[in-house]
């Protein structure tokens, strides 16, 4: 996953256990670096017959960054428990790779013209998220022009 995040303009926040949290300036670096690290995971998982499944979710929106006492950056905002939120979103029974994103993404015009050319397919779907209330969601996958392997 970091050579995904790293190669789509991402830096990692930092990590917990098996989540990690990452920043992107631009709302369709972060879609490309999560479908992206998310087929190469599955394709190693299949290659080694291990049955494991990624959830991912992204929202955008301003942070209020520090630092602790041992360097390390951290995030705090209303944002960070809404993006946290999104991965329980992901249909773990869907055969096709996906991402759930916010209205907020969805709506953002390079997200668009991704998905104008045929680089992202969405669903949208609605859902309470736990300490955040109603949303309007969508399910993003690859589309036919994304550039994934085979």
Do not use: W
């Not at 992901?90 to 668009?112: A, G, L, Y």
Request: glycine residues 8%; proline residues 2%.
């Amino acid at each position: 996953m970091d050579h995904s995040i790293e190669k789509h303009n991402g830096t990692i926040l930092k990590t917990n256990g098996d989540a990690v949290e990452a920043l992107f300036r631009r709302k369709g670096d972060g879609v490309r670096a999560m479908l992206e690290a998310q087929s190469e995971f599955h394709a190693y998982c299949e290659r080694k017959k291990i049955d494991l499944k990624v959830r991912l979710g992204m929202h955008y929106g301003s942070l209020l960054l520090t630092t602790s006492i041992i360097g390390q950056l951290d995030a705090f905002n209303p944002i960070v428990n809404e993006a946290a939120r999104l991965e329980s979103q992901t249909d773990v029974n869907d055969r096709h790779d996906h991402v759930i994103v916010t209205e907020v993404v969805e709506s953002d015009r390079r997200f668009r013209e991704m998905r104008e050319r045929g680089e992202i397919t969405t669903k949208q779907f609605q859902s309470t998220l736990k300490g955040v209330g109603d949303r309007t969601l969508y399910r993003v996958y690859a589309g036919p022009s994304f550039g994934l392997p085979s």
